[in-house]
């Protein structure tokens, strides 16, 4: 981990994982070109999941098996600076990360063992650290450009030359030029000018090369600052709103990519767009594709483009009992809630009837089951392994009660043994070594319009947990 893995990689490169949050919550058929870019073997699953192999030891990982591997090392850093125990943290992620991957990181924060409280953006963290001391109304821009893309190795070869300031920025100016719409985009979905900023802030390791910073300088007509660890910070700052010991600072995130359905001709109806403030929820209400239809199938996706095949599709589910009627004459309200996290909940409602399902996207992780899971048994001692065993019996006989407030009740009793179980496995002899282990764990239509009912390949959509109330 950190340094000796690094000084390691030279010798160990088919061994040595770096840069896995590229992978993190994604199909393989999502990453081919990236997993081009990095020393170590990235493999497809039966399941169409990524896989990183470890020839050494002859296994596979998920990628959130090696993210918490990284948090737990964190957290015992943490933990033993500050001589108390590290349990809950605030994790920061790429903006750019789609509703799968962030659940993806919240399963690797409860590998390691930690209660994770907040999933925020990278540049809004950073804003937040910075405006933290400021008393003036001011608009920040954060210009954040890391280095993870460029952490490319081909084994353990050295090249001894020498690489000018201007031959680099030369081999760079391409990607320089692709900076620029970005930035432009930004500012028009915020409605602003450059006239609007007031400062500009830069993060990550990228953002140190001089053309980059006189790029920006340039675009803004600002001179950008860039302090040090300010995304970090910016956790930190967010841990101290949520425990109450910050009181004048309210966080408000957006949604990165825009929520829809399928509807006629393969096209993405949008319900909530981007950059809408968390939370949130909307309802819009759809009806039958033809005459007598007595189910909907609901295509809940993600992204920006016209057309349901270059989106993302998160989950579908049917909703069925719809009273034969004449098609456009059903109503299916179909509600969709975002929490401050950015996870995704989707229900749909028959108003003539009262029927409802809700979907929760909470199958994102490519974390294997079945047998990790016995491979986690054995590592588990059985007073530990009861207690769950307890916990889920009670849930069961909460889901079979039909009680919303005890199945809740049930929910948080057995994510807490679930956490118990995470950090008893991580302080076993071994835990810090290099083999992690997981802890257990339709088309509609608007009114009047018609349906494709079509429904996403089975490989590209995640698996998602759904009930069915009357």
């Known amino acids: ?43 497809r699953d039966e399941n169409g999941n990524v896989k990183l192999e470890c020839p050494a030891i002859g296994k596979q990982f998920a990628p959130e098996e090696i993210s918490a591997q990284v948090l737990r090392k964190l957290v015992d850093d943490a933990s033993k600076f500050l001589s108390d125990k590290v349990t809950k943290a605030v994790i920061t992620v790429p903006a750019y990360f789609n509703d799968s991957q962030r659940i993806a990181i919240k399963d690797a924060g409860r590998i390691a063992g930690v209660e994770v409280l907040r999933i925020i953006n990278e540049p809004n963290a950073a804003s937040l650290a910075y405006g933290f001391e400021e008393k003036n109304n001011e608009t920040i821009l954060v210009f954040d450009l890391g280095g993870g893309t460029f952490d490319v190795s081909d084994g353990p070869k050295h090249i001894d030359t020498t690489l000018t300031r201007v031959k680099f920025e030369d081999l760079c100016s391409d990607l320089l030029d692709r900076l620029k719409r970005p930035v432009e985009t930004s500012l028009k979905d915020a409605k602003l000018s450059f006239n609007d900023i007031d400062e500009v802030i830069l993060v990550g390791g990228s953002t140190r090369i001089p053309s980059v910073q006189d790029l920006v300088r340039k675009l803004t007509g600002k001179e950008p600052v860039n302090p040090d660890e300010v995304v970090a910070l910016g956790a930190a700052v967010q841990v101290g709103v949520l425990s109450g010991d910050v009181s004048n600072i309210v966080l408000l995130d957006v949604i990165p990519l825009s929520l829809g359905l399928e509807t006629l001709g393969g096209v993405m109806t949008k319900i909530i767009p981007r950059n809408t403030t968390l939370p949130t929820s909307k309802s819009e209400v759809f009806s039958t594709a033809t005459d007598g239809q007595t189910s909907v199938e609901i295509n809940v996706l993600q992204g920006e483009r016209e057309f349901v095949k270059d989106n993302k599709s998160l989950g579908s589910f049917r909703l069925d009992g719809v009273p034969p009627a004449p098609r456009g004459v059903p109503q299916i309200e179909v509600k969709f809630d975002i929490d401050a996290n950015g996870i995704l909940s989707v229900t749909a409602i028959n108003k003539g009837t009262g029927k409802k399902k809700d979907i929760t996207i909470t199958g994102a992780s490519t974390l294997p089951k079945d047998e990790k899971l016995k491979e986690l048994g054995e590592k588990v001692p059985t007073d530990v392994k009861d207690k769950v065993e307890s916990k889920v019996k009670e849930l069961k006989d909460a889901i079979s009660s039909g009680s919303t407030q005890t199945i809740k009740d049930a929910m948080a009793a057995l ?46 959509v995640i698996d998602a947990d759904f009930r069915e109330s009357n």
Not at 8 to 25: D, I, L, M
């Open 1 to 43: 981990m950190g340094q000796i893995a690094k000084r390691q990689a030279v010798v160990n490169p088919e061994n040595t994982f770096f840069s896995v949050k590229r992978f993190v919550g994604r199909k393989m058929s999502e990453v081919d070109d990236e997993s081009k870019q990095v020393s170590y073997s990235v493999v």
């Open 415 to 460: 994510n807490q043994e679930v956490m118990q179980l995470g950090q008893v496995l991580y302080s076993q002899p071994g835990s810090g070594g290099p083999t992690p282990t997981p802890t257990p764990d339709g088309t509609t239509e608007k009114s009047g319009s018609s349906s494709s009912g079509k429904v996403a390949g089975e490989g590209e």
